[in-house]
């Protein structure tokens, strides 16, 4: 995939101490769009609080009760994460590459693609859908020149994406696997900022 000199689509955002905004603290966020009309991404290290993807499968209607048990594996290893903070009503699968819907699925890096259909859950729910997948509550959006700016006062960081960094149930050593990718040892990091 051909990157456009100085956007960030396709890799990871990691949160800075001085961010300044608590829903994302110590966030590792992948950007699936990144371009002169802004940014949106997904964060991938924020569990979702009490739900499952099953339970999920079940409101939804996708998976009656009396199937519930021909469930594949994969489908139920499946971590809902909370995506951030806009739309949190509306759910985003981040997934490889190797399951696409034509027309709805946007591919957003390297092996890296998001899909936000009912269609994509039918699929995990059969066994049909992508090797690796992670459902997202809702998103974070920068507008135009927003995410920049925040990046210019210290208040992300970013690296390459993986699939282990992405997809990984371990959610909650990826921020510091995502600095340490870096170089950086995240214990030895400031909230204050500072300019040479």
Known sequence: MDK???YLEGQCLIAMPQIG???????????CAHSEEGAMGI????????????DLLSQLGVVDEENMIRLPQAARNVAVHSGGPVETGRGFVLHTS???LKEATLVAGEDVCLTATVEILRAIAHGSGPSQALLA????GWAPGQL???IASNGWLHCAADHDLLFDLDVTSKYERAMKKLG?????LSSAAGHA
Do not use: T
């Open 4 to 6: 456009i000199e100085g």
């Open 21 to 31: 905004d608590e829903r994302f603290a110590r966030a590792v966020v992948f950007l």
């Open 43 to 54: 964060i991938v290290n924020k569990p979702a609080k009490n739900v499952s993807f099953v």
């Open 98 to 100: 190797d399951f696409m």
């Open 137 to 140: 509550l809702g998103y974070a």
């Open 148 to 150: 920049e700016q925040e």
């Open 184 to 188: 950086f040892d995240p214990q030895l």
